[in-house]
């Protein structure tokens, strides 16, 4: 490596993408869960495509159908496990999800974040992908 270089050259996620069974249910189910805003625009390729919107980043959907240039090797449904950082208080985002019916997997629970501790929730989308929300705990 470049001794010039800096030690980390990347800076943080733009985006994920998720494989999906159901484009139109995982929209719903982000929608209702998360608050996330559906985005279709058009890919590189010319042909439609899906996103989901949240603050400075986004979720991109493609079915096995998603006819792409880039994609995983072995796109796979339920294979994502990712963590996000609430934009409320976590005891609000539980109650949210337990009034949506949406089960909870584990938690509040501790957990070690990339910047400190954090409580966290876990539940599953329709594929079976496993989101984690938290909240960072203060000093």
Known sequence: ???????????RFDHIVLTVND???????????LGFERENFQGSDGRPRCTLRFGSQ???????ATDTANKA??????????????????????????AESIAIVAGPVTRRGAVGQMRSVYFRDPDGNLVEVSEYMSG
């Open 73 to 98: 090797q072995t796109p796979t449904f339920g294979s994502g496990d990712f963590c996000l950082i609430a934009a409320v208080p976590l005891d609000q985002m539980l109650a949210h999800l337990r």
């Open 23 to 33: 484009i139109e249910g995982t929209t719903s189910f982000y929608e209702r869960a």
């Open 58 to 64: 986004k979720i991109n959907l493609q079915d096995r």
């Open 1 to 11: 490596m470049n001794p010039m270089a800096p030690k980390t050259l990347a800076d």
